[in-house]
């Protein structure tokens, strides 16, 4: 059941697509402030609360605070309050059981435990926000009720779960080239190549450097016969300068953010000055989307938004007098007080909470400061593109993901996981993510595979794509000036071809489970106590996730081990892989075990009386033959796979299963 509390006067954030009724009547649970701004729940000792989507820490997020305000925060660590997305979303589970949404488009602080132990305390910065307050019988029955409430998630092309290799820093053409032909000639498959801010002329969105790219359309065509797709990125910010059209037509058509005094607000990203788009005009989102056309009329298919919280370097005002006072403290003997204030104002330029006071959107008519819904700022402009593609790509679909987002914006595009590091916590942080990602309506997700940040290693990188294997979106990316690490650069390229040639062996699986979590508002991953609900040891794992009915994963996440403990809820079939031709299956009593695993070796569970389809590897998803595949599990039993064309928009999920 779901129920609407509406407090004072909401912004709008198009987040639910349903009609549900409000209710006078006081909310259960929650101790609610005369203000509305708190919302105050006990939890009882054994109570674990899931939720907030992309956030730091475990699945269970109790004995942290926590804040929704999307932002671009690379170094993030167990302190960490903020990441790229705002999804308000918890769910309680355990002597009360409930799912909670916080529609709110400002910040909102989530004290969990933090303060006490025993206590839940919501705060949002005003008291006008929607709650919907969702029971059911089960954590499963009430994530399936809120992601009906929300719409259904975007739906990617098959495509874009082949393997994909990306890099900020591939300069040109020729660096582009390379990398298709680097696969290729290790016979390691690849459906895409990302294009990161270097194909642009001088960070412009929406053009193409001609020196270093001189034809991408026919790059575009090249690659395509190879199979393989070009994804460009395309920033929040345009460009300040006068003669290029972007920019020209979006001061015309009014299309920009304000400042105060009604000017177009001025930030810096890459390309230096730019103005933001206001993208809570739906006349801005017509305009801006519309620009995609450049790229698809290339035969693009794909695209990743980026910087979009948006990330802001500086504001011009900040700037100015952080110069100011800098000049000041320049003259001076700097100690302990002038030194650290020196510090922290350099420290402090970017994406600085106060600067987005200081600009204003358009919202039907009236003035809106940016803080009061910062959140949906990367949520409408991933809108902006799927709308365009709507309407430029009527029978298509086109891949987009992106950086920040809000509930909502589940329907319009998948999300990354944001810049992470090559550190082993980061890919612990990228497995007990995926289900809180799942219940917001983020079915299409990622992480950086290797790390984004800092240099990686060669095991990390393998330990890495074992993950990957079962996640949507299988993206190698890492940052300009950090170590490479493309699949060919490691001396045990054998090995990781293997793991590569192992993803496009589950495609059909991967991709299965993800079209029936899509279309059937279920989650692709979930926390074992979400299946095995009342034992105590399944509850309190962190490190081990269901996908779909099927599988169990326990993937290794520390360096130099060669296995891990895992725990088996029921008995459970051990799955050891090699390689497709190396296959080792045992069955394992329920239970705590250690369990080897290797480097070289995949190691997974599928669940009693399950099994999964398995197929061939190929160099690409166009390429996998679904027709003769193997089954990995217990023979008796059926599984129901769903296949379609991969492109088209006719999801008909009866038409599309088979039994197997
Ligand atoms: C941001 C993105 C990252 C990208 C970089 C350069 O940090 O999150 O993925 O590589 O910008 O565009």
Known sequence: MITKYVYGNPIETEAVVQNVPNTSEKMPYFEVAEDHCTFQTHLAEDDIVYGLGEQV?????????????????????????SLYGAHNFLLVSGQKTFGVFFDYAGMMTFDIGYTAHDLMTVTAEDGNLKVYLITGASEDVIVHQFRTLIGRSYIAPKWAFGYGQSRWGYQSEEDIRQVAAKHQAAGIGLDSIYLDIDYMERYKDFTVD??????LKQLQSDMMAQGIHLV?????GVKIEEGYSVYEEGVAGNYFCKDADGNDFVGAVWPGRVHFPDFMKPETRRWFGD?????????????????NEPAIFYTEKRLESVMQRINELSKQNMGVDTFFEFKGLVEGISNNIEDYSTFYHDMNGKKVVHHKVHNLYGYQMTRAASEAFDRLSEDKRILMFSRASYIGAHRYGGIWQGDNKSW?????????????LNMAGFVFNGADTGGFGCDTTEDLVMRWLQLSVFTPLMRNHSAMGTREQELYQFGNMADTKKMIEIRYGLIPYIYSEYMKAVLQDTMMYRPLS?????????????????????????PVYRQNANGRYVYLPEEMMLV?????????????????HYVQAKLHELVFFIRH???????????????????????????????????????SKDYDIEKHIRMC
């Open 530 to 554: 979400f299946v095995y609900r009342t034992d105590a040891a399944a509850r309190e794992v962190e490190d081990q996730l269901l996908l779909g009915d099927e599988v169990m994963i326990a």
């Open 210 to 215: 001609n020196t270093r790219f001189p034809d």
């Open 424 to 436: 082993w916590s980061h890919l612990l942080m990228n497995l007990q993510m995926l289900p809180a």
């Open 232 to 236: 460009p990125i395309i920033d929040a």
């Open 57 to 81: 820490r475990g699945m269970n997020k109790r004995g942290w605070k926590y804040k929704s305000c999307n932002f671009d925060n690379p170094n993030h660590e167990e302190d960490t309050m």
């Open 609 to 647: 009386g399950k099994k999964i389809p398995l197929c061939r590897a190929a160099q690409n998803t166009e390429a996998l033959d679904t027709v003769h595949m193997q089954y990995l599990g217990w023979e008796t039993a059926d599984y129901a796979l769903y296949e379609d064309d991969g492109v």
């Open 291 to 307: 620009k995609y056309a450049v790229l698809l009329d290339m035969g693009i298919d794909g695209f990743w938004n980026d910087m």
């Open 576 to 592: 050891r892989m090699r390689g497709l031709d190396d296959i080792e299956t045992e069955i394992l009593p329920k239970g705590h």
